[in-house]
């Protein structure tokens, strides 16, 4: 068992508003064969449809498909549901499942799920946090985003960003909705779910890599104003330094900052140059919520800069970068762009 | 579990992650663990003079938050600093507060 599982299961969270796909995509990655050791929490078996596909009944709330994919659906407490397919998997009762997959429903804000897996005391223990994957309707998206607060967040804390529908949009509009979505969020890579071959284990994995895949769209995605648009109240801040970041002094300020601001701050996400490592750091964190920094293999594109992304609601890009860089003690000599080198 | 209070399983904070293959971490060994922690109080000193606070280390296993009028405090990790601070200053600490980067640029020199 110890082999066929690791030591901290990944979990993915599919969130967006609803009617804007979620259910869709999760019907064309439940028969990927990519997802055999997947185990997925939704909301209803009901509205996906899975009866051409089922391999076995496990219980009225757990099923297995053709694709040896477990599907269990959440009554009562995301944790207790969670907590349940640990033990079964523990028990033997269950195919030792490497990842799991959880479907929000369209009002949710992602926040409380993610905090449930860090917080709560037997499930930290057992998994980490995987990708957040937003699913964005090219129809109704622009009006969600204007409408509801929810979706404007789904779309901050995204690590995938997914456009549904586009055709059903006109290419304008789309074109719109996904420069829009750019602002909000600089470093998820969009995919279109019409268009493009989505690749579900690309769309899931949470590796190194994922850092490496942000970095190329947020160079590309973002221009010089970029960061002073306002965009539903949100704006982005890419912030690049030659330096190597005192990581000492960098925690000290990173905690006092999502401390007071951690409702607001909606994304951080970095990879660091610490003085005295050799590799990048990465660190991720949504709102209050920082995941263990990771220590990377290598550098992705032999550029030694560290490199961070703020998504913020309402605070001033220009202060956290001054923050950041009195802070940590950035000479005054350091790189100002604040974009990506082209 | 904790000696004193009970509590099953202290907090992992993300600054002090225990070590794991792929965490990024200083806490691998005692030496490393005992360095950071010096390095830890200096740099929330070097912060906390501004608002005229020191912290301390207290034996290896948590810190003392004290206020320029002798109040004190226990602070487990960072995650609980800030918090403390403002109890004992009756003010936010805030990293954007301007007059508190100005400080901070004049004592980086």
């Known amino acids: 068992m110890a082999d066929a599982t690791p030591d901290f299961t990944p979990v993915t969270l599919i969130t967006g508003f609803l009617g804007s796909g979620k259910t869709t995509l999760l019907q064309r990655l439940l028969l990927d064969p990519t997802l055999s050791d997947t185990a997925v929490l939704i909301n209803e078996f009901g509205e996906i449809g899975l009866d051409h596909h089922l391999l076995e009944r496990i219980d009225e709330t757990m099923v297995m498909l053709q694709s040896g994919c477990i599907c269990c659906t959440i009554r009562g407490e995301l944790s207790t549901a969670i907590k349940d397919l640990h033990s079964r998997r523990e028990c033997g009762l269950l195919p030792p499942f490497r990842r799991l997959v959880i479907e929000s429903t369209g009002l949710a804000d992602p926040f409380p799920i993610l905090s449930t897996v860090r917080s709560d005391p037997v499930l930290r223990h057992h998994f980490c946090l995987g990708n957040v994957i937003t699913t964005v309707d090219a129809v109704n998206g622009a009006r969600q985003l204007d409408a509801q607060p929810e979706s404007v967040k789904q779309v901050a804390v995204a690590d995938r960003l997914v456009l549904t529908k586009t055709d059903l949009a006109t290419a304008e509009a789309a074109d719109r909705l996904t420069n829009r979505l750019r602002q909000i969020n600089p470093g998820a890579p969009l995919l279109r779910g019409v268009e493009d071959d989505l690749d579900a284990d690309a769309l899931l994995s949470a590796d190194d890599d994922g850092v490496e895949r942000w970095q190329p769209a947020d160079r590309h995605g973002l221009t010089p104003d970029d960061h002073h648009r306002h965009a539903d109240d949100i704006r982005a801040l890419a912030l690049s330094f030659d330096e190597p970041v005192d990581w000492t002094r960098f925690g000290i300020w990173l905690t006092m900052l999502l401390h007071r601001h951690g409702n607001e701050l909606l994304r951080v996400k970095g990879i660091l140059n610490v003085a005295d490592a050799e590799t990048p750091v990465a660190v991720h964190a949504v709102q209050h919520l920082v995941h263990p920094p990771r220590h990377l293999g290598a550098w992705p594109d032999g550029d030694r800069r560290s490199r961070m992304v703020f998504i913020a609601r309402g605070l001033d890009p220009a202060l956290i970068e001054r923050s950041f860089r009195a802070f940590s003690s950035v000479p005054h000599t350091a790189n100002r762009s604040r974009g990506m080198r082209q | ?109």
């Open chain 2, 1 to 109: 579990m904790c000696a004193l209070c009970g509590v099953l399983g202290g907090t992992e904070h993300w600054t002090d992650a225990i070590a794991r293959p792929g965490v990024f971490t200083r806490h691998t060994d005692a030496a490393s663990r005992r360095r950071e922690r010096m390095n830890r109080v200096a740099a929330a000193n070097r912060v906390l003079s501004c608002y005229r606070m020191n912290l301390a280390d207290w034996q290896g296993s948590a810190f003392v938050l004290s206020s320029a009028t002798g109040k004190t405090e226990i602070v487990d990790n960072l995650a609980h600093l800030w918090m403390a601070a403002e109890r004992l200053l009756g003010r936010p600490c805030d990293p954007l507060d301007e007059e508190l980067i100005a400080l901070m640029e004049r004592e980086r020199g």
